[in-house]
């Protein structure tokens, strides 16, 4: 309910907001531009006096004595025969300056007319801006009617009036009617979420099916063939490749009832829906990945295993860096593929052994660590560090399961996750492995003003026992935010000496 104080406090800072809104709108008002003198266009160009040049430039005759004869004439030719050079620079001179100006008249004429057009262009849009700057003021000055502070003062006056039980009535029947409007909000938010959601899943079976008509037109090996071809035989008890960004058609284990590999591939488009609506957009994730570039600088031969859409391969092709990717999810390939970057679908462990040692010139794992076993990680591990020349580095990025937070909303909410990794374990596993310089960076903090807040002191409180209790009090929110809102996820950076 509202003290008498408090409707006097808010009666003195709304009429304060209306004096400062007034005041806003009155210098904006005078502060609009008036719309100024623009100049006239150049007079048009004189060439009045062009025709009586070009028919009188020419000062040289071609017979200098027409009609004479005998002396006259012998006299005259001696006569010419000492003026002629001079008439002739003359002429000369006129025949220049007549062509200097023929040629300048359509030049004159097009200036003209392009200031001409340049100076009602300009009128234009003046007047455009104008006639908005009048609307602007115009719909300020609707919207002061209905923030008026005799309005305001009213129903300020009528609420002291309200007897405190008929306060509290209304505040507890717009209590409820708050609740109600917003559960619907909720339910429509939802409802709209779900839609988008069930949107992008058909649109993503489209293309899948699609895609998977020309294959079958064009009489290609099915994915899984295809992937299997590539990458050899299946090792036991292996864990798929992959991460956050990318489907983990995880094997099942023996004699659980193994779904076929073409389903597999065929229901792969459902994981690249739950990467685009959970794990992020194509932007932010090339945004978190920028930092890692720079540690393949001048390398060769790099691999991202489970490159999922294709983000990072993306930013090593525009900094002229050589690389690869190998994804267990067919539809993710396929994303890759399709922004022309080379890819190729297969299982992990059972790629590296493929491949010589000191092929590799640096390895990359963005969130697909967690998706594997032990005792596969291990191997896989192992195998990684034979395939890399020496000096090239190994990137392993994934959750934080120390960050209670991460744990119990990004780890679990992904099916695929097999097992969490603690932060030291990690690292231990990259250094029992026989990498160097292991280092473990923390990345995406939680933000700040979401974690629990320390006690604030009010003023006048018993210092000493206020003091200890906030000390203690902020000590236990310290100790629980360094467990539950942490770093969401971080990087076992090392190298292979």
């Not at 020309?214 to 798929?240: D, F, S």
């Not at 003003?449 to 409180?461: E, K, S």
């Amino acid at each position: 309910m509202f003290a008498e104080d408090d409707i006097e406090r808010r009666r003195v800072e709304r009429e304060a907001a209306d004096r400062a809104y007034n005041e806003a709108l009155t210098a904006l008002d005078q502060a609009f531009p008036r719309m100024p003198e623009l100049p006239h266009p150049p007079v048009v160009y004189d060439e009045s006096r062009l025709p009586a040049i070009n028919e009188r430039w020419e000062v040289v005759p071609a017979d200098p004595a027409p009609g004479a004869s005998g002396w006259r004439r012998r006299a005259a030719r001696l006569v010419w025969g000492i003026v002629r050079p001079a008439f002739e620079r003359q002429q000369a001179f006129n025949s220049a300056l007549v062509d200097h100006l023929n040629r300048n008249v359509a030049v004159h004429r097009a200036n003209r007319e392009a200031i001409a057009a340049a100076i009602e262009t300009l009128r234009g849009e003046l007047e455009k801006l104008q006639a908005f700057h009048s609307r602007l003021v115009m719909y300020l000055q609707t919207i002061t009617r209905f923030v008026d502070t005799k309005d305001r003062s009213e129903h300020i006056a009528r609420l002291a009036n309200i007897t405190q039980a008929g306060l509290s009535g209304v505040v507890d029947e717009f209590r409820r009617d708050w609740e109600a409007m917003t559960a619907r909000d909720q339910r429509h938010v939802a409802a709209v979420d779900e839609l988008r959601t069930s949107i992008a899943a058909v649109q993503q079976t489209g293309l899948t099916l699609k895609r998977e008509l020309e294959r079958l037109l064009a009489g290609r090996p099915a994915p899984a063939e295809a992937g299997a071809a590539a990458a050899g035989p299946a090792q036991p008890g292996a864990a798929p490749a992959g991460g956050a960004q990318q489907a983990k058609a995880a094997r099942p284990a023996p004699g659980a009832g193994a779904v076929p590999p073409a389903a597999d591939a065929v229901n792969a488009y459902k994981y690249v829906g739950f990467e685009n609506k959970f794990r992020g957009s194509e932007p932010e994730i090339r945004a978190r990945l920028e930092d890692y570039v720079g540690l393949f600088a001048g390398a060769s031969d790099v691999l991202d295993l489970g490159c999922g859409r294709g983000e990072f391969l993306a930013l090593l092709a525009e900094r002229g860096i050589a690389g690869r990717g190998l994804d267990i999810n067919h539809e993710m390939v396929e994303l890759c593929r399709a922004q022309g970057l080379e890819a190729r679908e297969g299982d992990a462990l059972a790629y590296l052994e493929s491949l010589a040692d000191g092929a590799l010139g640096g390895l990359i794992a963005v969130q697909v660590v967690e998706h594997f076993q032990p005792a596969y990680l291990v191997r896989l591990l192992d195998a990684a560090f034979h395939k890399l020349r020496p000096g090239s580095r190994i990137v392993l990025e994934t959750l934080n399961p120390a960050c209670w937070f991460a744990f119990f909303d990004a780890y679990i909410r992904d099916i695929t996750h097999a097992w969490p990794l603690h932060p030291e374990t990690l690292k231990y596993l990259v250094v029992a492995s026989g990498f160097q310089r292991a280092d473990v960076r923390m990345l995406s903090p939680y933000p700040a003003d979401a974690r629990l807040q320390p006690l604030w002191l009010p003023p006048g409180a018993d210092a000493l026992a206020m003091t200890t209790m906030a000390q203690v009090f902020n000590e236990n929110m310290a100790k629980l935010n360094a467990v539950m809102f942490s770093e969401l996820d971080y990087a076992v950076i090392a190298e292979r000496m």
